[in-house]
């Protein structure tokens, strides 16, 4: 029971009416029984005194006017009061008010229905409603008669008295105006409960078909907008999803794929040297070393997939220190001299003084060794690699270099560049440069290309320091790879957007 989302909401909404409803209908209640006690009171007051002023003209005396009222006020469950203009009572249906004085306000009596109400306190100290009217034509002998003559009629009747008087007139009122308010509420409940929980049912069942593996589902949902919202998280987390299934098909594709040649090159040789297909010492040492080279790329494969999962994973901390980071290029572009020479392309350093950043120079060096590894493997003879370097402090200035860096790395930063000539990225190619496994046509690259993870462990790396590594490139002309990286780490730029 109430174990479903419609369900509880209805019931919530249902004790919210029920609540406000019994809370209306005491505060209204009392008010307007209150009012209804003084109604009555005042619209048998008006008789009463027609009724009294004529027995008096008539020259009855007070006791014998309120013995004439007595059976009447009874039936109202009230009593009647004679009060003279000093406010004493002259006579009453309850003797215990006779010689009391009623503290009325001023009467006047050349007013016809100049009525005073309000609440009084009996003799017995009992709470009373009292509602009390002028006697306004009298003989002047009578006017010559001081305290003895009435000059007001009063009502009284008990609190409980009053409101039992009327309560069976309004109860049923009351009583229908909150059963059909209570039934507007309910069904205003069930509409608001179906439109939150329809969106929501259909996102709960979005989700099993995700479970299934259908992950082209798309939600289009209206209102209200924290389910709208809801559904365009949802709408995110398939499509994350999707791309993280498909990736995941892919890696183990591509796994499979990059271990299956050198897996066949080693089976095939290793079957060569046992069946002794592979005669002489020199055919014997080829076989050996085709193996050792091939287990060396799976060893190498291997690392780089563990590398990437630990740097992916937090497994691995980067270093929060100071990095001379001109001394890192300058050791990256020395290691990479004598390769350059080989390859005669021209390798030059354009990094004038830079500040430290904050950050793990190991791996920074790291990412810089394989920009260049990749730009020397595509540049042919002749051509030129260049690494260069500078601080930027201002938006305009990153704008300059790369607009899609103004919003990915905090300021002050220091941009690392590595430019090549060589033959190019297509353009079509560029947005999956840094997937894993990822190789740009292999007939590009001179020699023996890697298995493409270097560039996606270099944009973890730095990631993992608050920057951002992109690509520019044009087909024919070059390449050049911007690292961008803010001088206060990871950590300065997490302070810093939050603050």
Known sequence: MLRSLPSRLI??????????????????GISMLQRAAYARLRAAVIPTTFFVRSLHQRGFSPQEI?????????????????ISRQGEVLAATDDSWRGQRVPLRKITVSREQNIVEGRLVSPQGSRLYFVARPLTTLTAGQEQQGEATPAAVALVTPLWQGIRLVVGDLLFS?????????????ISAILIARSISRPLQRISAATEEIARGNYDLTLNIASPSEVRRLAQSFNSMARQVKASRQAQRDFV????????????SIQGYSQAILDGTARGDEAVRRAVGIIHDEAGRMRRLVEELLDLARIESGQIVMAQEPVDLGRVLQDCVEKMTLRAQESDVALALNAPALPSVIGDGDRLAQVVTNLLDNALKHTPAGGRVTVGAEEVREVQALQAIDPSLVSAVALPAVVVTVSDTGCGIPPDELPRIFERFYQVDKSRAKGK??????????????????GQITVQSVVGVGSKFIIALPLKGREGRERQAER
């Open 66 to 82: 309120v013995q004439r009222l007595e059976e009447q006020a009874q039936a109202q469950g009230l009593d009647v009061l004679l």
């Open 449 to 466: 290309s890697g298995v493409g993870l270097g560039l996606a462990i270099a944009q973890e790396i730095v990631a993992a320091h608050g």
């Open 11 to 28: 019931a919530s909404y249902a004790f919210l009416i029920f609540v406000c409803l019994t809370v209306v209908v005491i505060v209204l």
């Open 174 to 186: 009351l009583a229908v105006a909150s059963l059909v308010a209570a039934i507007v509420s309910l």
């Open 253 to 264: 594709s591509n796994v499979s794929h990059e271990l299956k040649t050198p897996l066949t």
